[in-house]
């Protein structure tokens, strides 16, 4: 059966102020463009103003007054609290474990929470798609304290194993990344249109912990490509307030 709740908002909008909240004050946070750089952009109009933002461009403390096209769009430059070079990026602040929390988008995401941007087909020489590509998410999610991943919810994108390992979440399993040397805690958090999921503290696969508003177990599963696991305890999403709705909108009007 499924819920039927009358909405003001779109699904897109819930996920966005779902990840936005996930976010709190002083954080510093390496954001990906597109829906990870809306929801910290958003969790700092809202509650989180002393947010620090950085993108993989150089620019430390951004503050823009709408949605960076890129991660070369000026407007981040131009309302950073500083601007540096890459490598000292990369260097100083990611790899030195310096960043609170990495936000990342995903084109694959697998139960463990690896991530795939960089083809889809298992022929890397001849993929069906070939993917924009890894940027600096694999040392993002490699070197930050958390990884927190953003992405819309369909069998496509929630496979069981993903066709290429773009940037490594918990490989097959607890303690694969600490054989690795990976010093970052990994993905401890999964964001969608449909519900959150975190990982198993044991298995480290990703479970069901809360939907969203109006959304049920069995629509989640349905667009899982795996046997999706559900917590004892399923919490619900409380919906967007006016006020972070209002937030949203505008900055997502803003040009």
């Excluded at 991660?71 to 309302?79: E, F, M, R």
Aim: a negative charge.
């Amino acid at each position: 059966m499924t819920a039927t709740v009358e909405r003001t908002y779109t699904s897109d909008e819930m996920m966005s102020v779902a990840a936005a909240r996930a976010l709190t004050g002083g954080q510093r946070v390496f954001v990906g463009i597109g829906l990870p750089s809306t929801a910290a952009n958003l969790a700092r109009r809202t509650h989180a103003e002393d947010l620090v933002l950085i993108y993989e461009s150089g620019t430390l403390g951004s503050k823009p007054t709408r949605l960076p096209a890129s991660i070369g769009d000026g407007i981040l430059a131009d309302t950073a609290d500083a601007v540096i070079s890459v490598p000292e990026v990369f260097n100083y602040w990611l790899q030195p474990g310096r960043i609170d929390v990495g936000f990342l988008g995903a084109a694959q995401l697998d139960k463990f929470g690896n991530i795939n941007t960089t083809v889809i087909g298992t022929d890397y020489a001849d993929p069906k798609v070939r993917l924009p590509g890894a940027g600096g998410a694999p040392e993002i999610a490699a070197n930050c304290h958390e990884v927190y991943v953003v992405v819309r919810q369909s069998k496509r994108s929630f496979v069981e194993q993903v066709d290429f390992i773009t940037s490594f979440g918990h490989g097959r399993g607890k303690g694969e990344r600490e054989k690795l040397g990976l010093p970052g805690a990994g993905p401890t958090l999964v964001i969608t249109d449909l519900g959150v999921m975190r990982p198993d503290p044991e298995t480290a696969e990703l479970v069901l912990t809360q939907v969203h508003e109006g959304v049920t177990v069995e629509q989640v599963k349905e667009a899982t490509g795996w046997d999706l696991k559900v917590a004892p305890e399923l919490e619900t999403t409380p919906p967007p307030t006016e006020a972070e709705l209002k937030a949203l909108r505008e900055l997502k009007a803003a040009k």
